[in-house]
T-cell receptor, first 109, second 113 residues
């Protein structure tokens, strides 16, 4: 069964304190792994798509990496505006997205 | 370049009424997906549509729920005879093809009294 597990459920950091979020997955025929950011009361906002193990993508303070079993979202020197819930999803052979429950990130000034 | 649009943003219904949620995909996108999100839970896939066709409705309850994406106009998610358990945020996403990134709308928050 296709499955996505995100950890930790919640993470509190001080401003400037770098860390990583984890997304572990099992899927038949990975067609892509997606990272989104969701602010309270809003829809998910697309961040990255990764297609194959070894691939990395960066955007401002965020960097996403992918292995055959998991993906990491690294946050370098975060700011309070990076506070949000970060969602991970995988697309399998049936083109359906399977979602993790998310990691709620809080950055304290 | 407008993003995915959903309306209404908030909808209040009494038990037994009908709820109609609308979604206009991004320009150039012909694939539409509907998801439901309960508080503090992840997104759950409901249905995947292309123009005039339902491609995958495996996540949608068999009763009371239906979806369409007509040749002209927005996609519609329809919930008949709503119950309190239908209260949730409903999100629509669109993509140019089945394998590409899905872009989300702001959601419709349904409250059933």
């Amino acid at each position: 069964e296709d499955q996505v597990t995100q950890s930790p459920e919640a993470l509190r950091l001080q401003e400037g304190e770098s860390s990583s979020l984890n997304c572990s997955y099992t899927v038949s025929g990975l067609r892509g792994l997606f990272w989104y950011r969701q602010d309270p009361g809003k829809g998910p906002e697309f961040l990255f798509t990764l297609y194959s193990a070894g691939e990395e993508k960066e955007k401002e303070r965020l960097k996403a990496t992918l292995t055959k079993k998991e993906s990491f979202l690294h946050i370098t020197a975060p700011k309070p505006e990076d506070s949000a819930t970060y969602l991970c999803a995988v697309m399998g052979s049936n083109y359906q997205l399977i979602w993790g429950a998310g990691t709620k990130l809080i950055i304290k000034p | 370049n407008a993003g995915v649009m959903q309306n209404p943003r908030h909808l209040v219904r009494r038990r037994g009424q009908e709820a109609r949620l609308r979604c206009s995909p991004m320009k150039g996108h012909s694939h539409v997906y509907w998801y439901r999100q309960l508080p503090e839970e992840g997104l759950k896939f409901m249905v995947y549509l292309q123009k005039e066709n339902i491609i995958d409705e495996s996540g949608m309850p068999k009763e009371r729920f239906s979806a369409e994406f007509p040749k002209e106009g927005p996609s519609i998610l329809r919930i008949q005879q709503v119950v309190r358990g239908d209260s949730a945020a409903y999100f629509c996403a669109s993509s140019p093809s089945s394998q590409e990134t899905q872009y989300f709308g702001p959601g419709t928050r349904l409250l059933v009294l």
